[in-house]
């Protein structure tokens, strides 16, 4: 990220703290990573889905790109990298605006040894809660490692899905909306299993794993 870009986001984080924009108009999760390496472990997937699939398509979030000119969507997230070692600065302004910038929740991951945004910005954004996602298994004592009166959640590594969920959870105490999406995830997740026994008992294995390969 070039310095000026990294100068210009801080002064829009700071300028978008100070609008007062109504609730339903600001991002409600803020998604933070420590490098667009991370997007496919915190966003999409790969081998398995992220927290961008359980947004979009099983809780009917949309992603918010404009802090101004909001989705139609009433629930939204927003994205950013910010670095807590590459962009300490950046990572320091999004926690410390991020509430005043309307968000309820942050998700925030990092992989490697020193995977310190998901802490850093547990402390700096408190008493907004902090969801870590440690990007890879060596990321998450790292992560984890808070001491006490400096809380933080985190999800296992790489289950970015599942800080969405957990996400979606929090909000869900204020919003009867979410609260409704989260159980019909559920009721879709156990009618899957059970159709999935039935089908591998039923036909065999064989037959099963067959078509399961193609
Ligand atoms: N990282 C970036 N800044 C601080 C840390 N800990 C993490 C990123 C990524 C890993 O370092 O979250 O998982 C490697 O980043 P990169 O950009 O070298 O691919």
Redesign the pocket.
């Known amino acids: 990220m070039s310095e000026t870009a990294v100068s210009e986001l801080i002064d829009r984080l700071n300028d978008e703290a100070t609008q007062d924009r109504p609730a339903a108009e600001t991002p409600d999760v803020g998604i933070v990573?420590?490098?667009?390496?991370?997007l496919e472990t915190m966003m999409t997937g790969g081998r398995r889905r992220g927290a961008y699939d359980a947004f979009v398509d099983e809780l009917g979030f949309d992603e918010q790109t404009d802090f101004e000119a909001p989705p139609a969507e009433r629930f939204t997230f927003e994205t950013y990298v910010t670095?807590?070692?590459?962009t300490p600065d950046l990572m320091t302004a999004y926690a410390e605006t991020a509430e005043d910038r309307g968000l309820d929740v942050i998700i925030a991951?990092?992989?490697?040894k020193?995977?310190?945004?998901p802490n850093m910005t547990a402390s700096i954004a408190y008493p907004l809660p902090v969801i870590g996602v440690p990007?890879?298994e060596k990321s998450v004592d790292s992560v984890i490692g808070m001491p006490t009166g400096a809380p933080l959640v985190a999800v296992d590594a790489g289950k970015s899905f599942n800080a969405a969920l957990s996400a979606a959870q929090i909000l869900a105490r204020q919003h009867d909306e979410i609260r409704d999406r989260l159980v019909a995830y559920h009721d879709e997740l156990r009618s899957g299993v059970g159709t999935v026994s039935r089908d591998l008992h039923d036909r065999g294995t064989e037959a099963f794993a067959a078509d399961r390969e193609e």
Not at 109 to 112: H, K, N, R, V
Not at 114 to 117: E, F, G, P, R
């Open positions: 990573m420590g490098s667009d390496s991370d670095s807590a070692h590459r991951g990092a992989g490697g020193s995977a310190d945004l990007v890879q």
